[in-house]
């Protein structure tokens, strides 16, 4: 019997009792939430909450220095008769669409040019990117001074070459401009473009143009039948990117012109920031601001299929 | 949806020197190409594209050391180049303006964000691709869409925020916003990272009595190192390139960051300020330039992860 009693006694040490707190210790969802507690603390207080704010500031009168109260949608009906509100509309999404199309373009023209055999090519490489690299009111700093009415080195060297008679005024005009930020913004967004697509381009296995050289295929073919549809899953998440950061750029605006002249180059963006902040009228450009959401929304669905294509591209089922 | 991550590794070393990742490994057909076709194909359309790209750089430099009576007369000096370079404009923006406290509270600022930002990245990508807790797919999702949110949709209602806390002409204004667009980012970067180190590594040491904090730091961690460099140069740069936070939230000139004090403090109505200007616009790049200069291959595999989706 005793020995009996020895054999438990020894039994239970060699198994220690499983406390509650020892089966928390292991437990998935308890140590999953608390692994996700300083993501989500920031996250849920530093950009849910705020998104959630902006919305409801958008249906109040509020200034700066002073909380609203709600007055239902007339911020909307306030922004819907304000001809600079379309202005900066029609501005966003000219900008967009135009700086946009011509990114995708040139980039995928750049890095098609880049994934051929070159000397020095990790050099080219890396030097394309730094376009990306250096913060963009810096470069957008040295395009005001490319773009300076009297003393641009773009209007000198025209003028030398006789294209031109007088200085091009590159900011003073509302068209020239619009061109001019559209300009600086291609500018920015094309190493980006072309660095991804050229990540891209290289899965692509060479032997799949050789197939197609021997079937007869022209250079064009070879390039809308083998590169193009490869390459379509990453253009789609590319090119939403692009589309989801021009739509709501700012610092560029505010550097080169902050809106002007007349209002002619105002994004909602730094329309907001200037109702906003500027004016004081923290409501409306909060209007402003959601104003901008069904568009996101539009560019997060497109990205969306985007993936799905991917899936089913990569043989995967459509789930 | 977040299956799809680690499907197709993009090698980012690769993508930097040819196409040594391919399974065969031919130089293509380019040996078919004479070379007066490929000056007029190749060199020509790059050589420009490249010259566009590189040009308000030199135009930056140039203007940086350029004495003043050069800049503004384009007739009686060749105004491409200068023969009496002068660090007068660099010695005024070190020595008799705010920038070296400027640089200093940038660098400050992007310092602290990205170590919290990763800090909460790792172990939020390590729940959700690891832990893998009821609903950590939903989660992964929910960060890719805060990815999408972009911070002029959100500087508005986030001044109100930052003020009812207290934060209002801070530093911490900075530092505790900025990881609302560096935590998706990295956390996604660094879900696929995870999800390429074996499984069966965390379960040898699971089965050795290991903890999940001890799998983190000792196993996983380790492993993920290129990872982790990739997302904290990237989001270094992110933050040092930021403008609009910093220029809602701060209104002191002695808490301002670099892009924002340059264009709010130097642009008077000098007609020689162009000199400093563009010294300031220089130094203040420099910095990631370096940075990116010795990290070009982590860099690059940031931006291709970040598109990875």
């Known amino acids: 019997m005793t020995e009996a009693a020895l054999g438990t006694r020894t039994k239970r040490e060699a198994y220690p009792h499983v406390t509650a707190w020892d089966r928390l210790k292991t437990n998935r969802e308890w140590l999953g939430a608390w692994f996700m507690l300083p993501a989500a603390a920031f996250l849920v207080l530093f950009l849910a909450y705020p998104l959630g704010l902006g919305v409801w500031l958008s249906f109040t009168d509020a200034r700066i220095g002073r909380t609203g109260v709600f007055i239902g949608t007339e911020n909307y009906e306030w922004l819907w008769d304000d001809s600079v509100f379309w202005v900066s509309v029609f501005n966003t999404l000219l900008y967009t669409g135009v700086a946009s199309a011509v990114k995708f373009a040139v980039g995928l023209y750049l890095a098609l040019l880049l994934n051929e055999n070159l000397p020095f090519k990790a050099i080219i490489r890396s030097v394309v990117l730094i376009p990306f690299i250096v913060p963009t009111v810096l470069s957008a700093i040295a395009f005001w001074w490319l773009f300076d009415s009297q003393f641009s080195i773009i209007s000198w060297s025209l003028k030398k070459l006789h294209l031109i008679s007088t200085n091009i005024d590159f900011l003073g005009d509302p068209w020239t401009a619009r061109w001019s930020v559209i300009f600086a913004n291609i500018w920015r967004g094309v190493p980006f473009i072309a660095i991804t697509l050229l990540a891209g381009l290289q899965t692509v296995s060479p032997s799949l143009y050789e197939a197609a050289t021997i079937d007869g295929a022209s250079a064009w073919q070879r390039f809308r039948f083998i590169t193009y549809p490869l390459l379509t899953p990453i253009i789609a998440v590319v090119m939403t990117f692009s589309v989801l950061f021009t739509f709501t750029d700012f610092q560029l605006i505010w550097v080169l012109t902050r809106g002007g002249p007349i209002n002619a180059t105002h994004l909602m963006a730094t329309l907001s920031y200037q109702r906003a902040i500027l004016g004081g009228h923290l409501g409306e450009g909060a209007a402003i601001a959601t104003a901008m959401i069904p568009f996101l929304l539009a560019a997060i669905l497109i990205s969306w299929f985007g993936l799905q294509r991917r899936k089913w591209q990569q043989g995967e089922s459509n789930d | 949806m977040t299956d799809v991550l680690a499907s197709k590794q993009i090698d980012p070393r690769s993508v930097l020197t040819g196409s040594a990742a391919l399974a065969d490994h031919s130089e293509g057909m380019s040996y078919l190409h004479s070379l007066p076709r490929r000056l007029v194909t190749l060199y020509l359309p790059l050589g420009i594209i490249m010259f566009v790209l590189m040009f308000p750089f030199y135009w930056m430099v140039l203007t940086a050391i350029k004495p003043d009576e050069q800049l503004l007369d384009l007739e009686t000096f060749n105004p491409f180049w200068t023969w009496t370079p002068t660090l007068k404009h660099i010695q005024k923006l070190l020595f008799e303006s705010n920038y070296p406290l400027w640089l200093w509270n940038t660098m400050m600022v992007a310092m602290s964000a990205t170590v919290l930002s990763i800090a909460a990245s790792v172990l939020a990508a390590y729940a959700i691709v690891r832990l893998r807790y009821k609903g950590a797919q939903w989660v992964g999702g929910a960060i890719?869409?805060?990815?999408?949110?972009?911070?002029?949709?959100?500087?508005?209602?986030?001044?109100?925020?930052?003020?009812?806390?207290?934060?209002f002409d801070t530093p911490f204004a900075l530092i505790l916003t900025y990881p609302t667009i560096l935590i998706p980012f990295s956390t996604w970067l660094l879900m696929g990272y995870f999800k390429t180190?074996?499984?069966?590594?965390?379960?040898c040491a699971l089965i050795d009595g290991a903890s999940r904090w001890q799998i983190l730091t000792k196993i996983v961690l380790p492993l993920a190192v290129p990872g982790l460099i990739s997302a904290f140069i990237f989001c270094f740069t992110l933050c040092w390139n930021e403008f609009i936070y910093a220029l809602t939230f701060i209104s002191s000139t002695s808490h301002k960051t670099v892009p924002v004090a340059i264009v709010n403090e130097f642009v008077d109505g000098d007609i020689y300020r162009w000199g400093s200007l563009m010294a300031g616009a220089l130094a203040g790049s420099l910095p990631l330039v370096v940075l990116y200069a010795f990290f070009v291959e982590h860099y690059v595999s940031a931006m291709t992860g970040a598109v990875k989706e």
Do not use: H, K, R, W
């Open chain 2, 144 to 167: 890719f869409l805060a990815y999408l949110i972009p911070p002029s949709i959100l500087f508005i209602p986030l001044s109100t925020v930052v003020f009812q806390y207290g934060l």
């Open chain 2, 197 to 203: 180190i074996p499984f069966e590594l965390e379960e």
